[in-house]
């Protein structure tokens, strides 16, 4: 191979592909690499979720933004994280990477936006790590818990199952990206009352994010553009289906639970936009005009 | 407080102190913020570890440095922390920032590096993230576990305790910081033969980290000079001193410990330099000339 070659080349998930497949564990990891949270044994009835996030000046943020905001940030992406796997999250460290003429100021509205989030969603601050850098960096890992029996991930989904999101989506490029609130308490209310099959959440983009499920379910879909909810600041479906950080729970449940929960009291929190088919059948969007237009399952991509 | 004050003006620990004293947790965590790792509630004979370590391009590594020795690096320095606290390494995250022009090469060095110490320490790497950055960046959560009876803190010296240090101090500005093995084996044997009152890990330099042991246990220490084991490396006493990134074991134990541990095989390995004396007695080096210098807790300061 070309040494010269750049990680550009392979992109972020080809990049993550290729380290997933050189990696070995053992038995007290439930699930490793490649979902939202690595799964790992706990005690007799719930798993540990352990997760990581990591947001970056200019990429996920600009010092424009509010300090509060990027701090809070920094912490929901993990909680959201957790929130997709239907756990509860319990404690997290954070590692702050700061340009050394950071002002103080600054660096005390992104703790107090941080520990604000923290306190609303119960969620330990057990701990840290401060080094200078070129620009502000902040990794937050968290750890969560969910009862074995609730455990979503990202395979699952089976043909017929009806895709539900929560909200409504492509408003992040608005600030939606810094005020999201995880849907930790949706999640709870929904493998509490029904079967969910898989279940992730929208940080890259609708149509990257179910392509995660289809990926890893081995499956394909149908999506109806007429049903998929648009935040009143999306500029239009394509911030709906390719642009990310909506922080909305994507799910899939069989027919009988979607129409379970259609009739139910939490029709209200999730739509239907679509359904699984099988894998050969592809990943498609039947537009307004009741056409069948081929989907890429692209987003975000850091590369 | 004046608004344009930066980081800089409180220092690297200042900014930590004024954050731990906000942070509130719940009796789930044993310890929080100040050590070398969380401490949390796990099960009835065990307590877990959860440590996150950040390595920045041009702060703790460059590009001229092996790629291989990076990765293996940033994986080490958590392994460090779990050590300094008596456990064993379990599972770890890992969060690469990557500027978008690097050399696949380079990431498939540092990746090999990573995968290499972990099996050496039994380690599962159990997932990550990668995200565009400017410079290098790699952040590693880690977990691991500690018998509550071996658990090791900062906090516990003793006037009276006699300081001990593992391998030799100094040489980490040639190259040792890169190559350090972490003193999971040692720190594990320790724990099993003789009743340590406090450890930490050699990471910001001798003094800056007894100095975290005084601080956290409220003693002062006498450090003797002409015991100091001196690198080979290294260029002077006050490479020992005040470089950081030895990564190696520094620990306190009662007199009649001592005098077991010095009788016995580990003699080899751990090597006396010092006493904890009370508090207001200060924190001095006798030096070669049988002279007392006062010693400020200094060390590798990232602001």
Do not use: W
Not at 54 to 60: F, L, S, Y
Not at 73 to 83: E, W
Not at 244 to 249: I, K, Q, V
Not at 272 to 282: A, N
């Amino acid at each position: 191979m070309n040494s010269r070659m750049l990680i550009t080349g392979l992109g972020e998930f080809g990049l993550i592909k290729r380290f997933r497949r050189r990696i070995k564990t053992d038995p007290s990891v439930i699930v490793g690499s490649g979902d939202d949270c690595a799964v790992l044994r706990f005690d007799r009835d719930n798993y540990q979720l352990f997760t990581c996030d990591t947001i970056v000046e200019r990429v996920d943020f600009t010092l424009k933004d509010p300090a509060y905001l990027i701090g809070r940030k920094s912490i929901a992406v993990a909680v959201s994280d957790i929130a997709s796997c239907a756990g509860l999250p319990r404690h997290c460290l954070v590692a702050l990477g700061l340009p050394k003429e950071t002002p103080l100021k600054l660096i005390d509205n992104i703790f107090k936006g941080m520990l604000d989030i923290s306190r609303r969603f119960k969620i330990n601050i057990a701990g840290g790590d401060i080094s200078s850098a070129r620009e502000i960096v902040i990794s937050v890992s968290m750890l969560g818990v969910v009862e074995k029996k609730y455990l979503c991930l990202r395979q699952g989904a089976k043909p017929k199952d009806i895709i539900f999101t929560s909200g409504s989506l492509g408003g992040s490029g608005r600030g939606k990206h810094l005020k999201f609130i995880p849907r930790v308490k949706e999640a709870r209310a929904l493998v509490k009352n029904f079967k969910i099959n898989s279940m992730i959440d929208i940080s890259d983009g609708l149509c990257a994010d179910l392509g995660h499920i289809l990926e890893e379910s081995r499956v394909g879909a149908l999506l109806y553009e007429g049903l998929i909810p648009l935040s009143k600041e999306a500029s239009g479906l394509s911030d709906a289906l390719y642009t990310g950080e909506d922080f909305e729970l994507l799910f899939t449940v069989s027919l009988k639970e979607a129409k379970r929960l259609l009739k139910s009291k939490f029709s209200r929190l999730f739509k239907p936009i679509g359904e699984i088919v099988t894998k050969d059948q592809g990943f498609t969007l039947i537009n307004k005009k009741n056409r069948q237009v081929k989907i890429k399952a692209e987003g975000f991509r850091h590369f």
